[in-house]
C-alpha cells in the first residue's frame, strides 16, 4: 500500500472528537476537492505488516484510516490485522468506492454537492454523515436536510468549510449554526485540530 503518513493525536472532527487516534493515511483520491487541504499524493509502500508494525507502537485503541480515499487500497486483511491488535478501526471516506465489511466505524463525507455526479456515493449506510458545508450549501432544490435521505446513518454533521479567510470562516460558521438550528438532525462539527494547532 502506498502511505502518506502514520501519525498519533486526537481525533479533531465528528463524533469521536477528542478520542485519541492513531491516524494512517493512505495515498491517492478519485476526487479532486477545491478545498482539500490535505497532502494524499506523496507517500512510501509499507506492506501491511510494516502498517502494523506502526500502529502497535501507539497505545490508543483507535485506528482512523484515511487519505485522500482509502478505499482505494484498504483491504479486509489490515482491518484484520488491526483488531487482532485489539484496535477499533475507523474510516474517512467519499463514500464513492465499496469498503471492506469488517470495519467497524464509517465516516462519510460525501462530496457530490461540490462535484456533481462523478462524487455520488454508492454507501447507503455509515455510522456519521459529515458533510462540508460552505454559503453556496443547501439552497433551492438541493437541500442539505434531504440530499442524503437514502443513506441509513446514526450521525449527521455539517461541517464548516475552511476557505482560508478568517472573515469568510467566521460567516460561513455562523451560517452552518443557522442551519442546524433550523434542522436539529444536524449537529455542529468543528475541525478541533485547526483550532487547538495540533496534527
Known amino acids: 500500500m502506498k502511505v502518506n503518513e502514520i501519525f498519533y493525536s486526537l481525533q479533531g ?15 491517492g483520491c478519485n476526487l479532486d476537492c477545491p478545498f ?4 494524499h499524493i ?25 487519505g485522500g480515499e482509502p478505499a482505494l487500497q ?9 483488531h487482532l491488535l485489539g484496535k477499533t478501526v475507523a474510516v474517512e471516506t467519499n463514500g464513492t468506492v465499496e469498503l471492506p465489511k469488517n470495519v467497524d466505524w464509517i465516516t462519510l463525507s ?12 454508492v454507501l447507503t449506510d455509515a455510522d456519521e454523515l459529515k ?3 460552505s454559503e453556496d450549501m443547501c439552497k433551492d432544490a438541493r437541500p442539505c436536510v434531504s440530499m442524503y435521505a437514502n443513506i441509513n446513518v446514526k450521525h449527521r454533521f455539517l461541517q464548516p468549510c475552511d476557505t482560508g479567510d478568517a472573515s469568510k ?11 442546524c438550528k433550523e434542522h ?11 483550532i487547538l494547532n495540533i496534527r
Open 13 to 27: 472532527e465528528g463524533f469521536n472528537t477528542g478520542t485519541p487516534a492513531i491516524f494512517v493515511r493512505l495515498s
Open 36 to 39: 482539500c487541504d490535505t497532502d
Open 42 to 66: 506523496s507517500g512510501k509502500e509499507m506492506t501491511e505488516g510494516e502498517i502494523i508494525e506502526e500502529v502497535s507502537r501507539y497505545k490508543a485503541q483507535l485506528v482512523v484510516i484515511t
Open 74 to 82: 484498504l483491504t479486509e486483511s489490515l482491518v484484520e490485522m488491526l
Open 110 to 121: 460525501p462530496k457530490d454537492a461540490f462535484l456533481g455526479e462523478k462524487a455520488t456515493p
Open 131 to 133: 458533510m462540508v458545508f
Open 169 to 179: 470562516n467566521k460567516e460561513i460558521i455562523q451560517k452552518t449554526i443557522e442551519y
Open 184 to 194: 436539529p438532525e444536524w449537529r455542529l462539527s468543528l475541525q478541533t485540530h485547526k
